[in-house]
């Protein structure tokens, strides 16, 4: 629904500001009646900063980062109230640049991360190349912050996202994806063994 790079027309998510009642509810809607197992929020729009230049009269950094929250919020309440009940998912899938401890989008995360079952961050958006590996792209610090800082000790509820098809330089093949995965469960000595990963195709 848009993004925070130049040259991104799409500014969707500045009419879903405000609305965060309306929006969770009708995302809870198509999670029962079309029987999926949570909600996946993929934000990589303006945040911080005075907004994206192709952001409209509706956006503010408050209003963007209260609407993250709130539908974190909102989403875990409304499908923990589900009936019958069932371990819905909530899940975000943040850019990696955006996942930094000084960051609002990281911060707002870290406050709600009980509600979080994990997050996927995109390993693929031109800030860490895994080209260079795990610690030679400077991926380990972001998997750092988020796996102590956003979750302490808990490296479970980091997904590590591959992109291998749609990211051109930043594309992973399946043997660069295993050394990446294989570098990461050694990496500290084990710390962070216990991990996740997705592809994005």
Not at 57 to 68: E, I, K, N, R
Not at 110 to 135: A, E
Request: net charge negative; glycine share 10%.
């Amino acid at each position: 629904m848009g993004g925070s790079w130049n040259g991104d027309p799409n500014n969707c998510w500045d009419n879903c500001f405000g609305k965060e009642d309306t929006v969770s509810d009708a995302l809870v809607d198509i999670v029962q009646s079309q029987g999926f197992d949570g909600v996946d929020i993929d934000y990589e729009y303006c945040y911080d900063s005075g907004g994206c230049a192709q952001s409209t009269s509706l956006y503010s950094d408050t209003a963007a980062q209260y609407f993250l929250e709130e539908m974190t919020i909102q989403l875990r309440q409304k499908m923990d109230a589900i009936v019958p009940a069932k371990d819905y998912e909530l899940t975000h899938a943040p850019m990696d640049s955006d996942m930094v401890p000084s960051s609002p989008y990281f911060q707002l995360l870290q406050r709600q991360h009980d509600k979080l079952n994990y997050i996927m961050p995109q390993f693929y958006n031109g800030y860490n190349n895994l080209n260079n590996g795990f610690v030679g792209s400077g991926a380990h610090v972001v998997y750092n912050d988020i796996a102590n800082i956003m979750f302490p000790q808990q490296p479970e509820k980091v997904v590590f996202g591959f992109c291998i098809g749609a990211c051109g330089v930043f594309n992973q093949n399946g043997n660069q994806a295993v050394s990446v995965m294989q570098e990461i469960k050694t990496h500290s000595g084990g710390e962070y063994a216990c991990n996740g990963t997705y592809l994005l195709i």
